[in-house]
Structure formats: structure tokens, C-alpha cells
């Protein structure tokens, strides 16, 4: 591991949005940055020097998310005025429209095949789409409050959603159903993310701190707080050894996850820092704010070259492999009991105290338990149910599909019913219009009426 070398720097700035930037994404091959605002445009930055932007309009409200499509052929938005559409990131800026959400949709994201879209709405519910029919799939409805964000874990197999309920869940994409339920938070979470190899998620919300959960074992790893106001997002750098944080109260903060402690505080927004983003490699990230501009910074805290490290991990003869459903304990849905305020670190590894930074710690009582005091719950292996009645098997079999059958029954109901919706809308637009009209030619005629007696 490399030593601490320089801060991080500022290295440009963009100026284009109207009003405030609420999301940012880097393309795959580090060239374009995307970004959304409350003007309802999305603009892509290319950042070649001197390059043009691209501005999209088509929403017709506050754009609430934006990101690249994995292979970055594509780019998707979401907004309050409750539609999702896939860009292409070119001059002609042509865009489909997906509908089906009944409120506004807080989030969009790819899966990391780009063949599914998972999207969180105010309408509780989390919704998945297939890019390739351009169609929606299935709902996951098991929030009770409005849902801020949803993603997909990197293997593609876990879904993580949270929001106004407090909680924090994860569903399984092959059976549908919520397999675990984190709701230590004590306000909203309006953000939440896996690291790059899937083991922990981690979100963010109104109560300006930061957890993270390894998904394996259902612990609490980390708990920050050192943010004075509401996180509105957070980043994990792709190595997994840092995370940038954005918040209202003006400041992106960059926390090191292996030492766990904060080790820089970003000043540059005028106002609240909305969205933060790392680029694929980690060398340079972005942040936007309700100042409507988007800063760009160099990386600058770690000299690894990340990408070259990410790939002799893959060329392991024994990788990490991905969390696997049977490593995740209890299946069923369970609240979590709420936490100590204590910050509580978890370390895998024996770790070495890097170099001095100007920046202090926070003042935090930490608690760092090493690999030798952590004994792993037992694990149990899906073949276990190899031993199950055939006739149980065939009727758990009957049930899974008609289950299917009903969410497929239902989703083409919401469609229908956002689609009576905007057409009641429309006519009671028109009749107000015609009621108008009558009434201009009623007094019309009475005019003349009058005038000609």
C-alpha cells in the first residue's frame, strides 16, 4: 500500500445548469461526465479540453438521478415527474421513455450485466426494467414510506433499497423477495450503495451519519458521524478503501475505511453539496451542489494505480468470490436492534498507520477488533434442501409461479391505472378549456346583443 502523498486538489469546474445539480455519474472510459438538476436537463461533460457539452431535455420536472450504462453506449435519468429514459450520449440526444411509477422516481441504476434497470419511487415501491424489450418487469412493495434509492449488488443477484421508513433491504432478484431488513437508522435514508466486491452495503440519510454492513454476517462494520447536517450522498472509491460523502452542510468529506477515520473535509459549494461521484478508477471524482456547479478534483491521496491493482486481483488463482444467498443470515425479513452510538470498526487484516495528515481525527471513541477475536457464524449450504418430499418440492415449485403470475397481474394493473390517470388529467384539462370557451362566446354574444339593441 502506497503512502499518503498530497491532498486532494480541485482540477476544473462546469457551469451550464440552471439550478442545482442533484446527480453526477463518470462514463466507463473516464471521457464523459454526466450530471442531472432541478432545471429538468441532464448535460454530459466531455472532459477532453475544450470539448463540447451536451444538453437533453425531455422531463418535464427536477431530474432526481443519472447513470451510465456499464459498456457507456447509454445513459438513464429519472425525475419527479415520475418517468425513467435512456439516453443516447450524443449530439442528437434521442431518448425512451419508460412509465410506471405513480409518484416521483428518486433513483435509477444499471445492473452490471446493463441488462436490467432498478428504479425507487415515491410510490414505495422499487420497480425493475428490462433495457434490452425496453419493459418493465416486476415491483418489490414492501416499503412503507416514500423510497429513495435502490441498487444492484455487482453480482447482480441482490437488490439493496432504502427511504422514509428508516430501513435498509435487500431482495433476492431470482425469488423476489426481501431477505433482510437493516433498521438501526434513527431518520430516512436516502442513499444507499455496495462496494465493489458485494460483500457490504452502506447508506446515508437525514441523520448525517454513514453505516456499513457486511451483508455476509449482518454486522455493523463502521458508523461515522462526521457530518453537522444531512448526507444526500456518498461514494465508495473503487479500491473499497475510501468513501467521499456529500452533505447539506456544505462539505465533501473523505473518510479512509481501513484506518476509519475522516482525513480530508472538501470546502468549495456555495450552499449544500448534493451529489459526489468517483470515476471507475478512483483517480479524479466529482461534486455538485445547489450552487448549480459541478466541480471535478484529482484524486491525489493515494498514488496507487487502482485500475492496475483491481486487475491482478482478477488474475487471483483464488479470488474472493462474491456473497452467495446461503452466507446471508436470517432469509427471512428481521429488525435489527438499534446500535450503540459508539463507532464500532471492523478490520480484516492487521493494518499499519500510514503517514501524518494535517487533518486530525475526529474525536471518536473507536473500537478495532482484529481477524483472531472473530469467530464466523456457521454457514449453511443451499443443497441442505435436496432432502425435502418431492411433493414439497413440487408444491413450493406451484406456489413460485403463481406468485409470479400475480406480480405480473398486478404490475399491468399500475400500468393501466398511470395510464387512466394522465388521461383523466387530459380531459379534464380539455373540459376546463371548452367550459372557458363556452364562457368567452357567451359573453361574446351578449356583447353584440347588447350593441345591436
Known sequence: MASVLEDPSLDRHFRGHKGAVTCLDFSPNRKQLASGSVDKSVMIWNLAPKARAYRFVGHSDAVTAVQFCPFGKLVASCSKDRSVRLWTPSMKGESTVFRAHSAPVRSVSFSHDALRLVTASDDRSVKVWSVQRRCFLYSLNQHTNWVHCARFSPDGRLIASCGDDRSVRLWDTST????????????????????????????????????????????????????????????????????????????????????????????????????????????????GGTDAQVLLWRTNFDRVCYQEMLL??????????????????????????????????????????????????????????????????????????????????????????????????????????????????????????????????????????????
Open 176 to 287: 423476489k423477495l426481501c431477505i433482510n431488513v437493516f433498521s438501526s437508522c434513527t431518520g430516512p435514508v436516502t442513499s444507499v450503495d455496495f462496494n465493489s466486491s458485494g460483500t457490504c452495503v452502506a447508506a446515508s440519510g437525514s441523520d448525517s451519519s454513514l453505516r456499513i454492513w457486511d451483508i455476509r454476517t449482518n454486522k455493523l462494520l463502521q458508523h461515522y458521524q462526521v457530518h453537522s447536517a444531512e448526507i444526500h450522498s456518498f461514494s465508495f472509491h473503487p479500491s473499497n478503501n475510501f468513501l467521499l460523502s456529500a452533505s447539506a452542510d456544505g462539505t465533501v468529506k473523505v473518510v479512509d475505511l481501513l484506518e476509519g477515520r475522516l482525513i480530508y473535509t472538501l470546502h468549495g459549494h456555495q450552499g449544500e453539496v448534493l451529489s459526489v461521484a468517483f470515476c471507475r478508477t478512483g483517480e479524479t471524482f466529482a461534486s
Open 312 to 453: 491482478q486481483h482478477n488474475r487471483r488463482a483464488t479470488p474472493d468470490p462474491a456473497p452467495h444467498l446461503s452466507d446471508i443470515h436470517p432469509r427471512m425479513p428481521h429488525q435489527h436492534q438499534p446500535e450503540s452510538t459508539n463507532i464500532q470498526v471492523t478490520h480484516l487484516r492487521d493494518i499499519h498507520p500510514r503517514m501524518p495528515h494535517q487533518h486530525q481525527p475526529e474525536s471518536t471513541n473507536i473500537q478495532v477488533t482484529h481477524l483472531s477475536d472473530i469467530h464466523p457464524p456457521p454457514t449453511h449450504r443451499l443443497d441442505v434442501l435436496s432432502g425435502h418430499p418431492l411433493a414439497l418440492r413440487s408444491t413450493l415449485n406451484h406456489i413460485v409461479k403463481q406468485l409470479d403470475i400475480l406480480t405480473q397481474t398486478v404490475s399491468v394493473l399500475e400500468e393501466r391505472l398511470t395510464f387512466t390517470e394522465d388521461n383523466l388529467k387530459t380531459c379534464l384539462v380539455n373540459q376546463s378549456h371548452l367550459n372557458l370557451d363556452q364562457r368567452v362566446c357567451a359573453f361574446t354574444f351578449q356583447t353584440l346583443s347588447f350593441c345591436l339593441f
